[in-house]
């Protein structure tokens, strides 16, 4: 398994600000677009509609979206909420393939007492809850997993790093109040609270991610609802329509990785915290990226239609992303989205944002935004 990198140590420099044109997704207003508490049947029934940005219209491209779940392979449930456990869900992420559930016609929460985890031998694995599903992790649980370097989960390539199968679908899901409780080390899967994938593609739409957590310190631990590591380089990492409120994660409240490009389109990030206190050194390390922390080399993050407000990085640095490319290209993209109150306690070069590129400071581009 190639060894994870840790961010560069940066010297504060003066602040940049960004001017851009106030056009773009805009923060709903009312208190009905946002989410209910986390877990209830209420809230389940209601989110689906307002996953993501409501006011998020961008194109999003074919490869961005939903599949097609017309002819599963495994159903979970036999249409009774009592059928729809966690075993089940378990058991069908093991097995792969299209993955559906048949729970009832209301919302039904599934408390994960164990993490579902892909076998490498799967092509694709597609998980839709079909907007009435929630899954929980009970404040102890990590939900999904997937790593093509456990050799528990079977390799199949001499080099499992980037490698490009399996690919990973999640669509019309909740995720909530997940845990993943694993701490830094050289060798093992930290971070990612509610979905943890290194190796392959990951695509998740529709969906929402609500209350989850991972361990609170670790110089590059991050991503309460998903990390991704040496994801394959031909595709990025597909986030449609998607809704993060609430993470706490020692960096990257939302979103983090090493390795990895995103595609972030029509979505929201509201409230998502770092717990960490140290940066780069030490084992209170961490606290950068309240929204989105990636780091690595060669890769790029594109945010399009979406909205980042009140997230916060309170010991470190990117309110709102954190984007550190070590050697190579890589560009930060904001197009038709708002940042909005998204402080840190260290050192930003435009509002909410650390942007370095080859250990220089470098301003995203950003068309049709506002940053502030």
């Known amino acids: 398994m190639r060894a994870v990198r840790k961010p560069s140590v940066y010297v504060a420099m003066a602040a940049a600000g960004i001017t851009a044109a106030c056009i773009g997704a805009a923060w709903p207003a009312t208190a009905a677009a946002r989410l209910a508490s986390p877990g209830s049947p209420a809230a389940a029934a209601v989110r689906p509609a307002g996953y993501g940005n409501p006011n998020g219209h961008v194109y999003v491209p074919i490869a961005a979206r939903a599949v097609s779940t017309a002819h599963p392979n495994h159903v979970i449930g036999d249409g009774r909420p009592a059928s729809c456990t966690s075993a089940a869900v378990v058991r069908a992420v093991a097995l792969g393939g299209i993955i559906t559930f048949s729970c009832g016609p209301k919302p039904v929460t599934i408390t994960m007492k164990a993490t579902a ?160 206190r140290g940066e780069n050194t030490g084992s209170l390390g961490g606290g950068s990226g309240g929204g989105i922390y990636t780091d690595g080399d060669s890769y790029s993050v594109l945010v399009d239609g979406t909205v980042m407000k009140d997230n916060d990085a309170g010991a470190g640095e990117g309110g709102a992303i954190f984007f550190v490319v070590d050697a190579g290209r890589g560009v930060l993209r904001i197009e038709y989205s708002t940042l909005h109150h998204n402080p840190a306690g260290g050192y930003q070069n435009a509002p909410g944002i650390f942007d370095d590129v080859d250990q220089k400071v470098t301003k995203p581009v950003v068309i049709h935004s506002t940053i502030n």
């Open 117 to 276: 985890k892909v076998v490498n031998t799967s092509r694709r694995i597609v998980l839709d809850g079909g907007g009435l599903v929630t899954l929980s992790g009970a404040g102890k649980t990590r939900i999904l997993y997937m790593n093509t370097c456990d050799p528990k989960q079977k390799y199949t390539t001499s080099d499992c790093w980037e490698q490009r199968w399996p690919q990973l679908i999640v669509q019309n899901l909740t995720f909530t109040d997940a845990y993943s409780a694993v701490r830094e080390t050289g060798s093992s899967s930290y971070g990612g609270g509610a979905i943890f994938d290194e190796g392959g593609q990951l695509k998740v739409v529709n969906s929402g991610f609500i209350d989850n957590r991972c361990y609170r310190y670790g110089p590059d631990l991050g991503g309460a609802a998903i990390r991704a590591l040496g994801m394959w380089t031909g595709s990025p990492v597909y986030i449609t329509k998607d809704t993060f409120e609430g993470g706490r994660c020692s960096n990257g409240g939302g979103l983090s990785s090493i390795d990895a490009s995103w595609d972030v389109y029509n979505s929201l990030f509201a409230g998502n915290q770092t717990t960490g």
